[in-house]
């Protein structure tokens, strides 16, 4: 299909909430040999909500959840979680969110089990019990025969399901995810939409940084496209009914790379 990129604007539509748990505002940064990785980027994501960032390598989506969560700090503009800049207050504003990275690092020795009680106590959650641990295992489908298996035997997919486990186990509002999907196989890839979508139904805003558009179509919300550090289309997913998001993407990054021939 030759779809026309003038067909979908940049919105100014999109669901608006007073509230937002995740908002970037004018967010930007500039490293000190002058690489511009994010210029200017702002968005929000409501409680949910998924909010899909699709891009390139370089395009400024892991830029964007590192400020996120305050790994680095903005040149300029604002990362909010739940109203608390992540640079002003990061252990405040770390309160308010989970975080599941595209290689989820976990203790490789420690079982299922001694990994969730870890990090629940970590995060100051005491109150959980043996049981606890296990009813959110197979909340995530982990199998009840590897919760006292050590990690370094898990596949990735596996470790992906840890991961989401301790993010729930944590209650945070917001979840920032980094290429989630990357790497597993299609039934793990379609049993971790099946969570997200969970989680949403909770009322989670979820920011997903990702390559991949099958999925992204599948539970996006929102669908935002980020190249060379710059968000060059953000809309609801409703309106792109009917049209091949492939395609928009690549029509899209086609025509900033003439923008900035020109």
Partial sequence: MNLNIEMIPMSDKLPINPQPR???????????????ALDHVSFSV???????????????????INLFLNLIEPTSGEARINGVVSHQEPLRAKEQVAFVSENVMLYPNFTA?????????????????????RDVLRRVGLDESVHDKRLKGFSKGMRQKCGIAIAILKDAPAILLDEPT??????????????????RDEGKAILMSTHDIFR?????DVIAIMNEGRLIMQEAAAAMVGHNLEDVYM????????????
Avoid: C, W
């Fill in 113 to 133: 089990l001694q990994n969730l009680d870890f990090f629940a106590q970590l995060g100051g959650k005491t109150e959980y019990t043996r049981d606890d641990y």
């Fill in 216 to 220: 992204a179509k599948e539970i996006a």
């Fill in 182 to 199: 990357s790497g597993l196989d299609p039934k793990a890839g379609h049993d971790f939409i099946r969570l997200l979508e969970n989680l």
């Fill in 22 to 36: 995740l908002e970037a505002v004018n967010l930007t940064k500039r490293y000190e040999d002058g690489l511009l």
């Fill in 251 to 262: 029509q899209y990054i086609a025509g900033r790379q003439a923008q900035l021939q020109n």
């Fill in 46 to 64: 409501q409680p949910g909500q998924v909010f899909a960032m699709l891009g390139g390598n370089g395009a400024g989506k892991t830029t964007t």
